[in-house]
């Protein structure tokens, strides 16, 4: 497990270069969505979450569950970093027969607590698993990551009020905001702001942060241990495609993958292929 804020930093410029060189090996899959919640998912999982790969069903385990499921390669990268599988699999993504599918199946891999994909469905497992939780006295934590697009999903805001409904102060939602979705700029697509504001209305308690600052999100995740009645939503400004300049805030990167010439041109801004 990382400790230091420098370490959290090396892992998750180390998951995406997978990110790139595994789109670019598939020659398809979402790479914009995947490096803007780099960074979130690195300090869950590498710094936060209680879990072991050793032990990776251990009923006291805190869960995870990637609600925007076309973010795969993030998952599949940082769970390979975390210990679950080799990372020489990673370039097995969306290939015949690989375990690493366009979306997360908790059929094939290790460390996948949720099948994902189709959209609301990833937050409404959550609040089940937080319910469950609760029911069996288990003081297990239970993360997920949305993103903005997906909350134009009615399916996300029965599971809201559910979650609220229940007081369930050992969920935590992160939004992952980057403003922009296949179509374009969410505001245009299907206006779900002020993120903020609608969570509030749906009873529960909301931070507001800088999704690539890992200060404020392990800040954050300390806050939302805090609050005893209610399940906590992180709002995370973050930039789609980060860390790569050429796909930073490019609606077309959500779901292309890079040329071999732009993976080298990304490999070198992140740091070099190794």
């Not at 993030?74 to 290939?95: C, D, I, W």
């Not at 179509?183 to 779900?192: A, C, E, F």
Request: net charge negative.
């Amino acid at each position: 497990m990382a400790k230091s804020l420098d370490e959290l930093k090396s892992i998750s410029t180390e998951i995406r270069k997978d990110i790139v060189k595994m789109l670019t090996e598939s020659a398809s899959g979402h790479p914009g969505g995947s490096l803007s919640a780099t960074d979130i998912m690195t300090v869950l999982f590498f710094k936060e979450m209680n879990i072991d790969p050793n032990n990776e069903k251990d009923p006291n385990r805190d869960r995870f569950v990637l609600s925007k499921g076309h973010a795969a390669p993030v998952l599949y990268s940082t769970l390979a970093r975390r210990g679950y599988f080799p990372v020489e699999e990673l370039s097995t993504l969306r290939k015949f027969k690989s375990r690493l599918q366009g979306h997360p199946s908790i059929q094939y891999l290790p460390g996948i607590d949720m099948s994902t994909g189709s959209l609301g469905q990833g937050i409404s497992a959550a609040v089940g698993m937080a319910l469950a939780g609760k029911i069996d006295k288990k003081d297990y934590r239970v993360y997920t990551i949305l993103g903005d697009g997906e909350l134009e999903e009615g399916q996300v805001w029965e599971a809201s009020m559910c979650a609220a409904h229940y007081k369930l102060n050992n969920l935590t939602a992160f939004i992952d905001f980057n403003g922009l979705q296949i179509d374009g700029d969410i505001t245009k697509v299907m206006n779900p702001c002020p993120i903020d504001k609608k969570f509030e209305a749906f009873g529960w308690n909301v931070l507001v942060i800088d999704g690539h600052n890992y200060e404020e999100i392990i800040d954050a995740i300390e806050k939302a241990k805090e609050c005893k009645d209610k399940p906590t939503a992180v709002v995370c400004k973050t930039i789609k495609g980060k860390g790569v300049s050429f796909m930073e805030n490019q609606a077309e990167w959500h779901g292309i993958a890079p040329s071999r010439e732009q993976c080298e041109a990304a490999l070198k801004e992140l740091g070099g292929e190794n």
